[in-house]
């Protein structure tokens, strides 16, 4: 029976995609449910499985584009794999290993150098090092003259030479030689490579680049500043790390203090959490944050949804997840879509200060950056902490000043003292921790 394996939908209005890569070699065997391809559309990158176990035909190649519901591949199911055969594997063997040398031809001399033989008589001294079997000698014009007169061959004038005992005045000559032609040595110096590979850009990126001229031609995008002291929420972290290993398995990133600070101060600031549909505003009631995250196909935005009503724990569990959803190519459109406000976090690459770039048709996204010891007034007196220094982006079209400015401010006052800004009554910081 032979099986048609056909694109399927990556979403709504998505007409064509690219077929990334085969997973699978042409003619090869494959079981049921086996990862085979994968497609990139303009949002997400897709893998196709078998549906059913035989040898594969593939009939589109890796890099063309192809039509939603287009043949890309057939299972032949009557194939059966050979007893004990196993998936030829790209490896090689003592046998193909060895790689014959090309005969070398001997470079022959210009005609002012002449071969000489070492001397067979012994050398003296202390020390004794081998010489090379062929000498290259150069024989000045007058030299050869002189030594024609006096009938002398070239190899016993150079083996006289060779015999003689090198003297530390001798190698001091050299060594002020050689410093004194730097030129001679840097002519030996290879010139740099100039090649250039060419590479097809993908579906997600080709969508990726236009999302991004789009933001900047069609919004009137705008970034606010503020520094965070993140020196309380380290503390809460070393003080509360091994329970919340021994009790979740993990411990918490500064990404999962900041969805929650930012849930918190987008219920005081609604207009950073809206965006504009046509001629109207939308102000969402729930809060589904975004985390970018940098994968192997491109920066992808998995969505947190409704992290306003989530602890910590939950929180940091669903980043965990989706994050390694989006490395293995694993996330699904449905994670990645309808998010009202996003997180980007450069500091993990050591950035100190950026402006982030909106993610349509949200109108704000928070950038945090890498943590340094720096100095800071503290009641009057010089102290040292750790300081991030957080961006705001935002569309000047949704969000005035007052609200980018005071939002940002509420999300510093948060980190800075979380337990008095989230929580009161009773050993708050258990609560916050959900312990």
């Known amino acids: 029976m032979i099986i048609e394996i056909k694109v399927p939908s990556p979403g709504e209005s998505i007409s064509e995609v690219q077929l990334a890569s085969w997973l699978v070699s042409n003619g090869a065997f494959v079981e049921r449910d086996t990862d085979i391809a994968e497609i990139d559309s303009d949002k997400a990158t897709l893998t196709i499985n078998a549906p059913e176990s035989g040898v594969i035909s593939i009939e589109v190649q890796a890099g063309e584009s192809v039509e939603v519901g287009a043949v890309i591949a057939r299972i032949d199911t009557s194939a059966v794999p ?55 000698v150069n024989i000045s014009p007058l030299a050869r003259k002189l030594m024609q007169e006096n009938k002398l061959e070239a190899d016993e004038v150079a083996n006289h030479f060779l015999n003689l005992r090198i003297s530390k005045s001798d190698v001091e000559e050299y060594i002020g030689a050689r410093k004194s032609s730097p030129a001679k040595e840097s002519s030996t110096v290879k010139p740099g490579s100039r090649d250039v590979e060419r590479k097809k850009m993908s579906t997600l990126r080709l969508k990726l680049a236009k999302r991004l001229v789009a933001v900047k031609q069609e919004t009137a995008m705008l970034t606010t500043f503020n520094e965070v002291n993140m020196s309380k929420v380290m503390a809460m972290r070393d ?25 918190e101060a987008l219920k005081h600031f609604p207009q950073v959490n809206g965006m ?77 200060l950026s402006t982030p770039i ?17 100095p800071v007034a503290v009641n009057g007196k010089v102290e040292i902490h750790p300081i991030m220094y ?36 009773n050993d708050p910081e258990k609560q916050l921790l959900n312990l």
């Not at 001399?109 to 202390?126: L, N, R, V």
């Not at 992290?307 to 694993?330: V, Y």
């Not at 569309?395 to 980190?415: C, W």
Request: hydrophobic share 35%; glycine share 8%.
């Open 82 to 136: 050979e007893k004990g055969s196993k998936p030829k594997e790209n490896t090689k063997t003592e046998n193909n290993t060895k790689e014959e040398k090309p005969e070398q031809k001997p470079v022959e001399a210009e005609p002012i150098h002449e071969k000489a033989k070492p001397a067979d008589s012994k050398t003296s001294g202390a020390e004794k090092s081998s010489l090379p079997e062929n000498i290259q």
């Open 239 to 263: 003080k509360y790390g091994p329970a919340l290993k021994e009790k979740y398995g993990f411990s918490f990133g500064f990404v999962t203090f900041f969805v929650k600070a930012v849930a």
């Open 390 to 425: 957080v961006a705001l982006s935002y569309d000047h079209r949704v969000i005035d000043g007052r609200e980018s400015v005071g939002f940002l401010v509420k999300v510093k006052e948060m980190i800075e003292d979380p337990v008095k800004m989230l929580f009161e009554g």
């Open 276 to 352: 504009i549909d046509g001629d109207e505003m939308v102000y969402h009631k729930y809060v589904d944050i975004g985390i970018a995250v940098s994968a192997p196909k491109g920066l992808v935005v998995p969505v947190i949804r409704n992290a306003e009503s989530l602890t910590l724990d939950q929180i940091e569990k669903n980043i965990k997840e989706l994050a390694a959803k989006a490395r293995d190519n694993k996330i699904t459109l449905e994670e990645m879509t309808g998010g009202t406000f996003t997180i980007t976090n450069g500091g993990v690459f050591g950035s100190m």
């Open 358 to 374: 909106l993610n349509p048709p949200q109108s704000a996204i928070l950038g945090m950056h890498n943590i340094v010891e720096r």
